[in-house]
């Protein structure tokens, strides 16, 4: 049986456009995840996931602990549900409503910890304690900054990029006795979100590989050095770094006490553009054929499911199978229609379906308010995702 036959037989009984995760795959995924992290822990990034009961899958397996959120009103929600006991908000955050009902439960302030790397974020945290300190991460700026700094290249996030940046931000905590310093985290975008092979472009491929040879050595070398700034004035009970395209340089330094990883587990197709290491997809949605408007073209209902970045044709989702399809230049993904075109529409009658893959993880969840589970050919349950909980964080 064919993997488009096998998913075609899961959901037989199920309705058109639908969102699916493949059980084995994720399976799979997760093994892969845990062997390249080498013993250190994964913290799962839920931004990539957003389901509850995929998350509960994954923190089921061994290799797998706590949860790297989004917003703090999610992990004010992850808590209440009882998902996890331990999750890190990796965005700060100004939400002085979701402050409040943090600083009101124990419970949740024990659990939840928040990210800062200004002054006025520990201004706004503070402002919100009440009688039980407030958890806090510094976010350290983990984009590789060659040429003596006169290029930078990863994402614009924190500004604190030296021990001495991070060390006169830990002293502003030290002195609130309301705020409780416990982690670091640094994201390594450079490595953990380029693929270094592009499709169809040898050159870039050779430089994006340089790039990331010479950041891990860097990036390596300053986190040792500001982590030991930092525990020569307090203890941590976590280093975080790095994400799915990262997990094994990320892991190999003694600094760093977990990893996090999210999107390796359902594996869009963006991450085909990695050479270190491979997946399965495990996310997929399928739509319905409604028209046939020519030879050689068919119309799917829905599709313009687009993912976040630049805008490029590398955002719009892939036709997957039956393999061959493509989209017309002048349409792309549409809001309520998608034309495909190729040798393979023409196999495709009226009410068959057309299997995509996102190009990233957790943002297909965004459009879908269930995810059917299967496992094989065998459909096994439909679960809410975030949205089909009433829930949309962002």
Not at 27 to 32: C, P
Not at 94 to 123: E, F, G, K, V, Y
Not at 161 to 180: C, G, K, N
Request: net charge neutral.
């Amino acid at each position: 049986m064919t993997l488009r036959d096998r998913y075609d037989t899961a959901t037989r009984g199920l309705e058109a456009p639908l969102a699916v995760v493949d059980l084995a795959a994720l399976r799979a995924n997760a093994a892969g995840l845990v062997r390249r992290a080498a013993g250190k822990p994964i913290r799962v990034a839920s931004k990539s996931v957003r389901c509850r009961a995929v998350l509960d899958e994954v923190l089921a397996m061994d290799g797998f602990a706590g949860i790297m959120a989004f917003t703090l009103p999610e992990a004010l929600w992850l808590v209440r549900e009882k998902v996890t006991g331990d999750v890190l908000v990796a965005y700060p955050t100004t939400d002085r409503t979701a402050l409040a009902a943090l600083a009101a439960d124990p419970a949740a302030a024990r659990a939840i910890t928040l990210t800062a790397d200004s002054p006025a974020h520990l201004d706004l945290i503070e402002d919100a304690a009440g009688a039980h300190p407030i958890r806090v991460c510094i976010d350290i700026d983990a984009s590789y900054r060659p040429l003596g700094g006169r290029v930078r290249i990863g994402a614009l996030r924190s500004p604190l990029h030296t021990p001495a940046d991070v060390r006169a931000l830990v002293e502003r905590i030290l002195a609130r006795p309301s705020l409780a310093l416990v982690g670091l985290m640094a994201y390594e975008s450079q490595i953990a979100g380029v693929g270094d092979l592009p499709p169809g472009r040898p050159a870039r491929a050779l430089a994006i590989r340089a790039m990331q040879r010479r950041s891990r050595i860097e990036l390596a070398r300053r986190r040792a050095a500001i982590v030991q700034a930092v525990r020569d004035l307090t203890d941590l009970e976590f280093v975080n770094g790095g994400g799915t395209g990262s997990v094994e340089s990320t892991a190999a330094e003694r600094a760093v006490t977990e990893v996090a990883a999210g999107s390796g587990l359902y594996h869009p197709h963006l991450f085909d553009q990695y050479s270190g290491f491979t997946g399965r997809p495990a996310a997929l949605f399928a739509l319905p054929v409604v028209r046939r408007p020519r030879p050689g073209t068919v119309t799917c209902l829905g599709g313009g499911y687009l993912a976040s970045g630049p805008a490029d044709d590398a955002r719009l989702p892939q036709p997957y199978l039956p393999a061959g399809l493509g989209y017309d230049p002048d349409e792309g993904a549409g809001e309520v229609q998608t034309p495909l075109l190729g040798r393979a529409a023409d196999l495709l009658d009226l009410g068959d379906r057309v299997w995509f893959r996102h190009t990233k993880a957790g943002e297909l969840c965004e459009r879908f308010a269930a995810l059917h589970l299967i496992d094989g050919d065998r459909f096994v349950r439909t679960v809410p995702t975030y949205r089909g909980e009433g829930h949309t964080f962002l």
